[in-house]
């Protein structure tokens, strides 16, 4: 027969349930407060977001407690005031299209200016990262408004490059960037190319460059190992710093304000726009709602693929 097991066994493990119970509700009251203060200051105005998006617009702002369906209709659609005929709202379009586009794009220049940065500081001697990373760090210790207004003024038409390429004489007239696509894009790189690095390196720091010796050792081209071994193993790193680039890029507001002039305008314009001047809060709020759908739908793309990544 099987011997019986020691008496003490079955009280020991009670004890020990009880404990990890008593854990677990200590960590929850001290959870607490950071969950009330999250749903507070958080879900609280998302909420405000959502039931105003459901109201009238006021005559001199605000809102009208009635429920409508306007803006939500106006997000996508234009109904023209005389013959009331409705048609696609081309500017809310427009807004959207060139906000994603060059979303998308700072993304881009950000990951191919930021990835050899990254590479080059993962390869330098350990004594030495640390100041390289001061140096890449050092633009989060300026007010965001006053490194927009440098990039203004190097690219503006009495600007740094202008003169110095009109001193070189290889232009004859300054080249009008400032206000324009172009000016938003090299502003918003410069601002958020960092977030790009850091993620990178952290990935690039762990990589074992053993495996690329091994690479170069069975004949394999620079360009294949890079594309076969590096940046498989830094992909991670790759997708936490294109959504840490892309999702600021859509909100954008003072960037697109300040280096496009008013005339090219970003989602995060347009709703500031209709909160200001448009006096149209539900509008506003939809609009609003509508950059956290994007948002939450690149967030969602980034987790899956993530999780795909590490299944294989």
Excluded: C
Excluded at 67 to 81: G, M, N, P, R, T
Excluded at 170 to 187: F, Q
């Amino acid at each position: 027969m099987a011997a019986a097991s020691p008496p003490y066994s079955s009280a020991a493990l009670s004890l020990e349930q009880l404990e990890r119970r008593r854990e677990v509700k200590t960590n929850i009251l001290l959870t607490v407060p950071a969950l009330t203060v999250l749903i507070a200051a958080a879900s609280g105005p998302l909420l405000i977001m959502l039931v105003f998006s459901f109201l009238t617009a006021g005559d001199y702002g605000g809102v009208k407690w009635e429920l409508s369906f306007e803006a939500w209709f106006q997000v996508v659609f234009y109904e023209d005031i005389f013959d009331e005929t409705v048609s696609l709202a081309d500017a809310h379009l427009s807004i959207f299209w060139r906000s994603f586009k060059l979303s998308f794009l700072t993304t881009l220049v950000a990951f191919v200016l930021g990835f050899p940065t990254a590479y080059f500081i993962a390869t330098r001697p350990p004594e030495t990262r640390n100041i390289w990373l001061f140096l890449v760090t050092i633009p989060f210790w300026t007010n965001l408004l006053i490194r927009t207004f440098a990039i203004l003024e190097i690219i503006r038409n009495q600007g740094v490059i202008n003169t110095a390429l009109l001193g070189l004489g290889l232009i004859d007239a300054p080249l009008d960037m400032l206000y324009t696509d172009i000016a938003i894009l090299l502003g918003m790189t410069y601002v958020y190319i960092p977030l790009m690095i850091l993620p990178i390196y952290a990935s690039l720091e762990r990589l074992d460059f053993r495996l690329i010796e091994a690479g170069y050792d069975l004949y394999a081209s620079r360009w294949r190992v890079l594309r076969r071994i590096v940046l498989p193993l830094v992909k991670p790193g790759v997708i936490a710093g294109s959504i840490l680039v892309f999702i600021p890029s859509l909100g954008a507001y003072v960037t697109p304000r300040v280096l496009g002039g008013g005339k090219n305008l970003m989602l995060g314009n347009l709703i500031e726009l209709q909160f200001g001047q448009g006096r149209n809060w539900p509008l506003g709020a939809a609009l609003s709602l509508t950059l956290l759908v994007i948002v939450m739908a690149a967030l969602i793309f980034y987790v899956r693929t993530a999780q795909r990544g590490e299944a294989k």
